[in-house]
C-alpha cells in the first residue's frame, strides 16, 4: 500500500525530527539510513551527497536553494495552502 500526505512549509520538520531520527523504528532498533540527494531534480540543482537539516530547512520550509538559498519559484510566505512536498509511505498488506 501508498500512502501520502501533502507537506506544509512548516510541516516538513516533523519528518526530519520523528522520521529521520528512527524514532518510530521500533521493528530494527536502528534508526533510518542518512538522507541523499537523489534524481534528476537533485542533478539539475548540482546536488548530491547527504542531506543536511539546513538544506531541508531551505528547500521545504522556505522554498529556497538548499546550498545557495537562491528563490525555486513562488516564495511561500505567509500563504497557509501552500505545499512545500509530498510524503509518501509504503507498507506491504498485513497477510505478508
Given amino acids: 500500500m501508498m500512502g501520502s500526505a ?3 512549509p512548516d510541516g516538513w ?3 526530519a525530527r520523528e522520521i529521520a531520527s528512527g524514532v518510530e523504528d521500533y521493528f530494527v532498533g536502528r534508526g533510518e539510513e542518512t538522507g541523499r540527494w537523489v534524481g534528476r531534480a537533485a542533478e539539475a540543482l548540482g546536488l548530491s551527497g ?3 537539516s539546513e538544506g531541508l530547512s531551505r528547500l ?3 522554498g529556497v536553494h ?3 538559498g537562491a528563490a525555486l519559484g513562488r516564495p511561500f510566505g505567509s500563504d497557509k495552502t501552500a505545499v512545500a512536498g509530498y510524503a ?3 507498507s506491504p498488506p498485513k497477510s505478508v
Fill in 6 to 8: 501533502k507537506i506544509s
Fill in 13 to 15: 520538520a516533523f519528518y
Fill in 50 to 52: 547527504e542531506v543536511d
Fill in 60 to 62: 521545504f520550509g522556505h
Fill in 66 to 68: 538548499p546550498v545557495l
Fill in 88 to 90: 509518501l509511505s509504503f
